[in-house]
């Protein structure tokens, strides 16, 4: 019998860079992760210091390099990011000098959107493409937060058809409302360990959705979908091993 629990648990400190496993993650329902997507590297310092689209930072639909740097080390909750650190990520990326940061100081978090949303991921639909595409593809290429199993594959799919959803779930007692599912770009194509665009993701992860007769997403009608948004509704911790309750 499937049980479906919290496998895995990561935070991104530096947006579009690789992410730390952890064994916990803290949740507020005004800011999703604490500590999750801190700061960005912008592309032009004229970029302001509020919340922003990915394409304005370097991420990996833009630099796939991106996707295999971290932070050496990673900053404390109350730390800003070094010089030092910018300039060894300068030197990672191949940049001309050091990029400008936005750090937001935990006021907000740079998500995709601006909502303070938490990613999950069901390890048995990605187990699905990487059948579909005869190579096993890393978890970390997707950028989720909360990694899960137990589930059927694509079994995600059913908690929203609508957006935004409805749907509320707990996970070791903090409650969340399924609202989105996760629509991909280029990111996924970049190979967390080289930083290199390696794999046709995109156009299989469609293909794979079309031929088993899913509908596109409801937000914008795509079929690069890999896992579900989640808006928080309480606070509370998420540990590694928790199971989820369905409301």
């Known amino acids: 019998m499937l049980i479906p629990r919290i496998s895995d648990l990561v935070t991104y400190p530096l947006k579009g860079a690789r992410g730390n496993r952890v064994g ?27 919340w922003s689209p990915k394409g304005m930072f370097f991420v990996g639909m833009n630099t796939p390099a991106m996707v295999a740097q971290g932070l050496c080390p990673t900053p404390q909750p109350d730390e800003e990011l070094s010089s030092a650190g910018v300039q060894w990520l300068q030197r990672k990326l191949g940049l001309s000098e050091p990029p400008a940061v936005l750090d937001t100081q935990g006021r907000f978090n740079l998500t995709d959107s601006k909502e303070p949303y938490v990613s999950f991921l069901n390890l048995a639909t990605l187990d699905q493409l990487s059948q579909e595409m005869g190579v096993e593809l890393d978890p970390a290429r997707f950028r989720m937060n909360v990694l899960l199993e137990g589930l059927e594959p694509f079994e995600e799919l059913s908690w929203i058809d609508k957006y935004p959803g409805s749907r509320e779930i707990s996970f070791g007692g903090v409650r969340f409302r399924i609202e989105d599912q996760c629509e991909r770009c280029k990111a996924v194509e970049a190979n967390p360990e080289t930083g290199i665009y390696d794999q046709p993701v995109l156009e299989r992860l469609a293909a794979m959705m079309e031929e088993r007769g899913f509908p596109p997403s409801p937000q914008r009608g795509k079929f690069e979908v890999m896992g579900v948004l989640a808006r928080p509704l309480t606070h509370g911790v998420l540990r590694i091993g928790d199971g989820i309750y369905f409301h």
């Open 24 to 50: 916990l993650l803290q949740i507020d329902p005004k800011y999703g992760v604490l500590g999750d997507r801190r700061f960005a590297l912008k592309r032009k310092p004229t970029v302001p210091d509020t």
